[in-house]
């Protein structure tokens, strides 16, 4: 293929169940000039069969192995591999709607997009029916093309934050002269690739239609039983980063930066009650929280007292709530 339009990554893990609908979505798409970019990360199941067959059959399918490193280090791998003028990441337990593609390329191209968002539907496990819920549909209107930093402040304002890297169509470019790539060894890695991406982005549009099919089933890392300490790494870790990220690109300091910052801040400070107090001081936590208290009180607190007691005074914060517990009077 001379020209590539598009480079979807599909980065494959024992989902033999579920493969073929994906994959099946994507020799659908009425856009041609596509590459499929499959990374099979060690399966142990059939899968890694199932993607075989697809590359045997379709020019425009590779299949890449892997050693088992995680969901961003395939999607890191896939990346490397990529062609196309835009790139776009797939998981391989959803799927496409058939033109997806074809309107986010051709959108892209007429807008001259570096970044262009789109909306999903949610189905289960066990039904096939398609549903559009409120949580994945923006509230907000977003008729124009915005720089990145205006996109993640209308998002803020309309409470429209919360984003997946599968309802994010890329120009590649953007990703290979900013060397971006996904964290590596965490949960929810998506959440600082696709804010770093928009704070460097200068023409970003929102495409209110549902493209993408989310699946909805047992066992999945979002609706799996929560590993607080996980998340609480994996919270460190992007503020850790987003704040490397700030030095490297000061240009993007502003309000809107800093509140992501105490976005994610918020987040920690979440799951960290949901510890037990044994656990709260194991050493290796006990830095984490040094490390998000002393990045936060760089980018401010701004009116929230809880967050500023819990950075600030853990002493006094661990007071008011045991005084709560007997007295319901302080809403902390």
């Known amino acids: 293929m001379d020209k590539i339009d598009v480079s979807v990554v599909v ?30 990360d060690g399966s142990t199941d059939g899968s890694r069969n199932i993607a075989e067959e697809y590359a045997c059959r379709n020019d425009n399918f590779l299949l890449i192995d ?11 791998t896939g990346m490397s591999f990529a062609k196309g003028k835009y790139i776009y990441f797939l998981d391989s337990d959803d799927y496409l709607v058939d033109n997806a593609l074809e309107l986010l390329y051709k959108k892209s191209e007429n807008d001259n997009l570096d970044v262009l968002l789109f909306t999903s539907y949610t189905f289960h496990d066990d039904s096939p029916e398609l549903i559009m819920e409120k949580h994945v549909k923006y509230r907000g209107e977003y008729t124009h093309v915005y720089s990145g930093l205006q996109a993640l402040q209308k998002f803020i304002d309309n409470n429209d ?33 696709q804010w770093q991406i928009l704070s460097l982005s200068k023409r970003v549009a929102v495409l209110n239609s549902p493209l ?20 609480i790494y994996a919270v460190r870790c992007t503020i850790v980063a ?24 918020n987040f920690f400070f979440m799951d960290w009650l949901m510890l037990d107090e044994y656990t709260r001081n194991r050493y290796d936590l006990k830095i984490f929280y040094i490390e998000v208290a002393d990045v936060l009180t760089k980018y401010g607190f701004g009116n929230n007292i809880r967050l500023w007691l819990f950075y600030k005074h853990p002493k006094i914060f661990g007071l008011l709530r045991r005084i709560k517990r007997f007295v319901k009077v302080l809403e902390l």
């Open 212 to 231: 993408y099919c989310r699946r909805i089933c047992p066992g999945s890392i979002t609706s799996a039983k929560s590993d607080w300490i996980k998340k």
């Open 66 to 76: 892997r050693l088992n490193g995680g969901l961003s280090a395939a999607r890191n």
């Open 161 to 193: 934050v919360c984003i997946s890297c599968c309802w994010i169509f890329s120009r590649l470019g953007v990703i290979r002269e900013n060397k971006l790539k996904f964290y590596e060894g965490i949960i929810h890695e998506d959440h600082l690739f």
């Open 242 to 265: 987003g704040d490397m990220f700030v030095m490297q690109n000061p240009e993007i300091i502003g309000k809107t930066t800093c509140w992501f910052m105490r976005f994610w801040a």
């Open 11 to 40: 980065p494959v893990y024992n989902v033999e169940k579920y493969l073929k609908d994906c994959l099946d979505s994507l020799e659908r798409q009425t856009l041609k000039n596509i590459e499929v970019i499959m990374v099979n």
